[in-house]
């Protein structure tokens, strides 16, 4: 099984270079603009924004769990999240990965240029590509 290429701690790294820059992310469907808007490096979640105002906590763990799924699976599809609640609760600890799932797909590309992501139709696809 392949080893995520960034520790917890790099991607955290990550996430802070984001906030600092105020870098748009776009849901990979490109519709969903968000930002992180805030930082709590006490209990490592940072909190995205979305147009309508509403803000949302990603905890650095749940996305660091996210992206060593992608890499212990070598592709990851939303729909695998949608439907299978106990998978869900196996890798981020709760019953739905909604809320800011599709926030935390997007974000990842951003942090390690070795995630790429695909459509297939409806469904978004996560996988790791090493080799480069």
């Avoid at 996430?15 to 930002?35: A, K």
């Avoid at 600890?93 to 459509?119: C, E, Y």
């Amino acid at each position: 099984m392949p080893q995520p290429r960034l520790t917890g701690e790099q991607l955290w790294d990550g996430i802070r270079r984001l906030h600092e820059t105020r870098r748009t992310i776009y849901s990979l469907e490109q519709r969903r603009p968000h930002t992180i808007c805030e930082l709590d490096e006490e209990r490592r979640r940072y909190r995205v924004r979305y147009p309508s105002g509403n803000r949302m906590w990603v905890m650095s763990d749940r996305l660091y769990a996210l992206y060593r799924e992608v890499y212990a699976r070598g592709e990851l599809r939303g729909s695998d999240l949608d439907e299978d609640d106990d998978y869900c609760v196996r890798v981020f600890g709760k019953r739905t990965w909604h809320a800011p799932g599709r926030a935390m797909f997007s974000v990842l590309p951003l942090l390690d240029d070795q995630i790429r992501w695909r459509t297939e139709g409806r469904n978004v696809v996560l996988y790791a590509n090493p080799s480069q």
